[in-house]
């Protein structure tokens, strides 16, 4: 029974090669369909070139043809196209005198085979396979915050990558500084997963898993998306992120900002660090630069220790203790000394000068400091350098030399670092008034705010010589500003004011005189005797300018008819004439002329020739 199945077997193989070979009509292989390709939200162009060659368009069925399932979804009757109801019912029409089926706003489930059938031969048809395609956003990546121990012994989340809405489904590589990360067993994992929205488009969620070292504390992870469109192959990357990398303490030190020479007063920042990820728990000791023995103790959550302001006292040998928590193991920085340098309070001898006119005195200038010292004197109300030098000696005192004195303790080879001393010398004297007299311009019952300054050793007092508030303030130990504040009165504007300082040597006086305002016309009035002014002068010169042009022309008899000829002989023609012109009325020169009983002629007016000659 074994032999005949045997036969039987293959000889049913044998038919079924034959019957393939031979073509049996009706189960040929179908053509690929044609390929159009669109972004989602465009067009569709669905051509039916089944029927280019006949030219006739007047019957064509569309189909769709999804999961094996054909449905009817447009009729083209006698070139005029109707849709079926259904998904496609709106979103069709007829182009290209019915040889194109155009879909619009194509979305991800239009992704399909459409097909075109005539009504003869029906076994004709023409099927397009329709691509869709959607450009997904802008990859958004999300770094573990956490961080990752180096002493992890799996694959540890590195960072999350999420493209959304996007079609087809995009590929994801990972990138760690610039390079694509691959799988590798125990290393490296690329964890990838999709969600399917509504609209039909897809949402990528890639996640990185690794084992990180220390040498990864600063590296530069992103993610890159690769997709197609019909214009062909794009990608997109994200942003760059790092990652937080924990790993041991391995050394502490201690940094002192800021660099160089220290010198009190100065804001000084004592730092621990660590090469360890988190930092460990600091603390700080001190000990003394010549004893070397523990002072202080001071822990430091952020591990930094602000002297502010530095103090010669904070000078010290410092370390820093640098505690891991995870470990408990203790590791300390190397001792770094620090300096701050200082100069101590300035003492001047004597302290309270005080000499009589004609004396002499020696002032001296003591200071300690870290660094060597340079002295200078100073003239305290003028800022003039007197002396070089701890020593100042004054020789013939006389008043002027009374006043403030400043010492000056500075290192050179440190700016800002500097200490003075005021000493105030007292001449003894009587009171030197700041002015002997003083003239005020005020206003009547006007409240008038008066001072008087005076100086001198014993301090003198001031006293005024009319009623008012009046108050001192000491400006200094031998100078004295007093105010009085007074109504102005007729009779103050007749006496005057005095001040009068005085001491137990003597007293001296100082008078200031009231003048009373003078009142200036308001500037409006002012601006119109100004215009009146210009105007009498324009008014003058313009009626000067018309007698001047009317006596060229002859029109005015005066000065011309007063003129009398005198002849002369020839041999004196050459002499000088001189005219006079007298300046009196006509009625003075009609009282002269009936005094003598000589007349005149018309037209003269008194004016005389002067021979002379002689």
Not at 68 to 96: A, C, M, N, T, W
Not at 127 to 144: D, S, T
Not at 200 to 227: M, P, R, W
Not at 253 to 277: F, H, Q, Y
Request: some cysteine.
């Amino acid at each position: 029974m074994g032999l005949p199945r045997l036969i039987c077997a293959f000889l049913l193989y044998a038919c079924c090669c034959c019957r393939r070979a031979a073509g049996v009509p009706g189960e040929a292989e179908q053509p690929a369909p044609e390929l159009v390709e669109v972004e989602v939200g465009s067009t569709a162009l669905l051509k039916c070139s089944l029927f280019q060659s006949q030219g006739n368009f007047s019957h064509v069925d569309w189909f769709s043809v999804h999961k094996e399932k054909r449905v009817l979804i447009f009729r083209v009757r006698q070139g005029q196209g109707q849709s079926e109801p259904g998904e496609y019912q709106h979103r069709l029409s007829l182009q290209d005198r019915g040889a194109t089926l155009a879909l619009t706003q194509v979305t991800p489930h239009d992704e399909r085979i459409f097909l075109c059938q005539g009504k003869r031969p029906r076994s004709q048809e023409h099927r397009i396979q329709l691509r869709v395609y959607k450009a997904p956003e802008e990859p958004n990546i999300q770094a573990n915050a956490l961080g990752i121990p180096v002493n992890s012994k799996e694959p540890s989340e590195v960072a999350t990558c999420v493209g959304r809405n996007g079609y087809p489904i995009p590929q994801v590589i990972w990138y760690k500084n610039g390079r694509p990360l691959k799988e590798e067993k125990n290393r490296v994992h690329i964890q990838s997963s999709q969600t399917v929205e509504s609209s039909g488009l897809y949402t990528l969620q890639s996640i990185l898993k690794a084992q990180l070292v220390k040498e990864d504390k600063d590296a530069q992870f992103y993610c890159e998306l690769n997709y197609r469109l019909p214009s062909g192959n794009h990608m997109k990357e994200s942003r760059e992120v790092t990652v937080p990398v924990f790993y041991p303490t391995e050394k502490v030190w201690l940094e002192v900002e800021p660099v160089g020479m220290l010198k009190e007063g100065d804001r000084v920042e004592i730092r621990c660090l660590a090469d360890g990820n988190p930092p460990p728990h600091f603390s700080i000791s001190k000990q003394n630069l010549s004893t070397r023995e523990a002072e202080e103790e001071t822990t430091v959550d952020n591990g930094v220790l602000v002297l502010e302001p530095a103090r010669k006292e904070h000078s010290g040998l410092y370390e820093c203790q640098g505690l891991d928590l995870d470990t408990m193991i203790s590791l300390p920085s190397e001792a770094q000394e620090l300096l701050v340098n200082y100069v101590s309070d300035v003492q001047v001898s004597p302290a309270d000068p005080e000499r009589q006119e004609g004396s002499s005195l020696t002032l001296t200038c003591e200071a300690e400091s870290s660094q060597a010292l340079e002295f200078q004197w100073l003239r305290e109300e003028t800022g003039q350098v007197l002396e070089r030098g701890s020593v100042l000696r004054l020789h013939n005192l006389k008043r002027e030399a009374g006043g403030g004195y400043r010492c000056m303790a500075s290192v050179p080879s440190i700016p800002g670092l500097n200490r003075t001393q005021l000493v105030n010398v007292a001449i003894f004297g009587p009171p030197w008034m700041a002015f002997k007299e003083r003239k005020l311009w005020v206003k009547e019952n006007m409240v008038l705010n008066l001072s008087c300054e005076a100086s001198g050793h014993p301090r003198p007092t001031i006293s005024w010589n009319v009623n008012g508030t009046a108050s001192e303030q000491d400006q200094d130990p031998q100078r004295v500003l007093s105010t009085l504040n007074v109504l102005v009165t007729p009779e103050l504007l007749k006496t005057g004011v005095e001040c009068t300082a005085s001491n137990d040597l003597g007293k001296n006086t100082s008078v200031l005189f009231l003048e009373l305002e003078r009142k200036l016309p308001e500037p409006e009035s002012q601006g119109v005797v100004i215009v009146a002014v210009i105007v009498c002068i324009l008014v003058l010169a313009v009626l000067g300018a018309i007698l001047y042009f009317l006596y060229k022309k002859g029109k005015l008899p005066c000065g011309r008819s007063g003129k009398q000829e005198i002849t002369l002989p020839p041999s004196r023609k050459s002499e000088f004439v001189v005219e006079v012109k007298s300046d009196k009325l006509p009625e003075e020169m009609g009282l002269l002329q009936g005094s003598s009983g000589d007349k005149r002629a018309p037209g003269d007016q008194g004016e005389k020739y002067i021979d002379l000659r002689h």
